[in-house]
T-cell receptor, first 112, second 114 residues
Framework: GESVGLHLPTLSVQEGDNSIINCAYS??????FIWYKQESGKGPQFIID?????DKRQGQRVTVLLNKTVKHLSLQIAATQPGDSAVYFC???????????FGKGTRLHILP | GAVVSQHPSRVICKSGTSVKIECRSL??????MFWYRQFPKQSLMLMAT?????????EQGVEKDKFLINHASLTLSTLTVTSAHPEDSSFYIC??????????FGPGTRLLVL
């Protein structure tokens, strides 16, 4: 488990550049994966999800890639904006309505 | 649509007292609600799964007598932290699921136990 005082990894990206946030998930039996955005003092906000029978899914300015062979998930944000500054979490579960387990999170910092 | 609210947003209490946190789905009926806690700079940790009309299912290591969950209706679940102590200070977040849809999260409740 995580220890008290553990700092979140930070990704610093120039405004306008693309951001790539990575996540290694733990359970090879997971079939449903989600990316959430969490701003300071708020609850997580759904960004995009993907099922295990897909390897790529696109949304508005975001793309999620899934590599089940190496249990890796990534979130790509195109043309990063100041409003994208937040902590991003990946989560995994069996189904959409089942419990999900959150990954450790990455803080995205936007450089002016 | 799919709005989840929590009340209160912040609460400060004395050690030894109990605190109740409400989670409501405002525009849908939630078949299942989940409760999480989050310490500073850490991830969300699932505490329990709550289905309307039945007992909550707690994750390993979460004391069910300490964290009482009641899901009396399809739009309301409550989490009561009993005999709260400073180590219970945390950010408590709920989520709600409608049917086979994904989880929608509430804004969280900041609990500070003095």
């Amino acid at each position: 488990g995580e220890s008290v005082g553990l700092h979140l990894p930070t990704l610093s990206v120039q405004e306008g550049d693309n951001s790539i946030i990575n996540c290694a998930y733990s359970n090879s039996a997971s079939d449903y994966f989600i990316w959430y955005k969490q701003e300071s003092g708020k609850g997580p906000q759904f960004i995009i999800d993907i099922r295990s029978n897909m390897d790529k899914r696109q949304g508005q300015r975001v793309t999620v890639l899934l590599n089940k062979t190496v249990k890796h998930l990534s979130l790509q944000i195109a043309a990063t904006q100041p409003g994208d500054s937040a902590v991003y979490f990946c989560a995994e579960g069996a189904n959409r309505d089942d419990k999900i387990i959150f990954g450790k999170g990455t803080r995205l910092h936007i450089l002016p | 649509g799919a709005v989840v609210s929590q009340h209160p947003s912040r609460v400060i209490c004395k050690s030894g007292t109990s605190v109740k946190i409400e989670c409501r789905s405002l525009d849908f009926q939630a078949t299942t609600m989940f409760w999480y806690r989050q310490f500073p700079k850490q991830s969300l940790m699932l505490m329990a799964t709550s289905n309307e009309g039945s007992k909550a299912t707690y994750e390993q290591g979460v004391e069910k007598d300490k964290f009482l969950i009641n899901h009396a209706s399809l739009t309301l679940s409550t989490l009561t932290v009993t005999s709260a102590h400073p180590e219970d200070s945390s950010f408590y977040i709920c989520s709600a699921v409608q049917g086979r849809e994904t989880q929608y999260f509430g804004p969280g409740t900041r609990l500070l136990v003095l």
